[in-house]
């Protein structure tokens, strides 16, 4: 089991965009919905993502820290699979 602690704050966005199936938020925010060449964040260029709330990207730093808060995530694998191919 990998796992990030729960209550340690991470701020970022994902490489690539994949809006999964709970409806598009800004967990879903990527780097490759910026243009071309962005390599950093500025609150006067908006990405390209439809979200309830876009008034929140750029008005201040409590808003941005929203907007970029990255949920805590769990990975689990079989032992089984992390030892498959492995000779004894």
């Known amino acids: 089991m990998i796992q990030e602690v729960p209550g340690e704050p991470r701020f970022g966005m994902d490489i690539h965009y994949d809006p999964g199936t709970d409806g598009i938020s800004w967990d879903d925010l ?5 243009p071309d060449g962005t390599q ?5 260029i908006l990405p390209n993502i439809t979200v309830a709330d876009k ?4 008005s201040d730093s409590a808003n941005m820290a929203y907007v970029l808060f990255q949920k805590p995530s769990m990975v689990a694998v079989h032992a089984k ?8």
């Open 40 to 44: 950093f964040i500025k609150g006067s």
């Open 30 to 34: 990527a780097w490759d919905l910026l």
């Open 81 to 88: 699979e992390m030892l498959d191919g492995l000779s004894t």
């Open 55 to 58: 008034s929140r990207w750029g």
